[in-house]
């Protein structure tokens, strides 16, 4: 019974394998078949008519790709030879695309109100980067400011000095500085 609750997630992982391989299973036998696209239902009539069409195009072509796979290629036969005949010529017809359909009232505002929502997400995000650069560039002045006052030789000695002091009084950072002696310092047996 130990061994069952020490080997816990080993058992449920192996549970799990096993009853995937079975709806798998399960799946491959009821066959093929091309489960029907639940429908969705639509707030604009003419959207939901267009999507009804583009589905039955799909579907017919879907159809017609079967139909072609399971008919055998025409057979050719050697036959006397066809005099050759002039084709016609064709000429294409360019047929205008209709215009689509004027959007209703509520899914232009849908559309503003998106759109809208873009902008400000967009703004936002330009503004977050905007103050994160300020405050790397604050930063880099304080840096550069501290570096100015260590650099110059009697000042750095003050700076110095003044830091030591400040660190020294606290009786955190006196235990601070005793630890890294230990730690950075030289081993307690090569000490003289």
Same mark, same amino acid.
């Given at each position: 019974?130990?061994?069952?609750?020490?080997?816990?997630?080993?058992?449920?992982?192996?549970?799990?394998?096993?009853?995937?391989?079975?709806?798998?299973?399960?799946?491959?036998?009821?066959?093929?078949?091309?489960?029907?696209?639940?429908?969705?239902?639509? =707030?604009?009539?003419?959207?939901?008519?267009?999507?009804?069409?583009?589905? =039955? &195009?799909?579907?017919?072509?879907?159809? =017609?790709?079967?139909?072609?796979?399971?008919?055998?290629?025409?057979?050719?036969?050697?036959?006397?030879?066809?005099?050759?005949?002039?084709?016609?010529?064709?000429? =294409?017809?360019?047929?205008?695309?209709?215009?689509?359909?004027?959007?209703?009232?509520?899914?232009?505002?849908?559309?503003?109100?998106?759109?809208?929502? &873009?902008?400000? &997400?967009?703004?936002?995000?330009?503004?977050?980067?905007?103050?994160?650069?300020?405050?790397?560039?604050?930063?880099?002045?304080?840096?550069?400011?501290?570096?100015?006052?260590?650099?110059?030789?009697?000042?750095?000695?003050?700076?110095?000095?003044?830091?030591?002091?400040?660190?020294?009084?606290?009786?955190?950072?006196?235990?601070?500085?005793?630890?890294?002696?230990?730690?950075?310092?030289?081993?307690?047996?090569?000490?003289?």
């Amino acid at each position: 019974m130990d061994w069952v609750f020490d080997h816990l997630r080993l058992i449920i992982f192996a549970a799990g394998a096993i009853a995937w391989w079975l709806k798998q299973r399960k799946d491959a036998q009821s066959g093929d078949q091309v489960k029907p696209h639940k429908e969705v239902t639509f =707030e604009d009539p003419d959207l939901a008519e267009r999507t009804r069409r583009i589905r =039955e &195009e799909i579907q017919r072509k879907i159809e =017609e790709r079967a139909r072609a796979y399971t008919q055998p290629p025409p057979k050719i036969t050697k036959s006397a030879p066809v005099p050759a005949v002039p084709l016609p010529v064709v000429r =294409e017809v360019v047929r205008r695309q209709p215009e689509p359909p004027p959007l209703s009232k509520a899914a232009v505002t849908h559309l503003d109100a998106q759109r809208t929502a &873009e902008i400000l &997400e967009q703004q936002a995000a330009m503004a977050e980067k905007l103050r994160q650069a300020a405050e790397m560039k604050a930063a880099a002045l304080r840096r550069i400011q501290y570096e100015n006052q260590v650099s110059s030789g009697d000042q750095a000695a003050v700076v110095a000095r003044g830091a030591l002091g400040d660190d020294l009084r606290n009786p955190d950072s006196l235990r601070r500085a005793f630890i890294l002696r230990e730690i950075i310092g030289p081993p307690v047996s090569l000490r003289g």
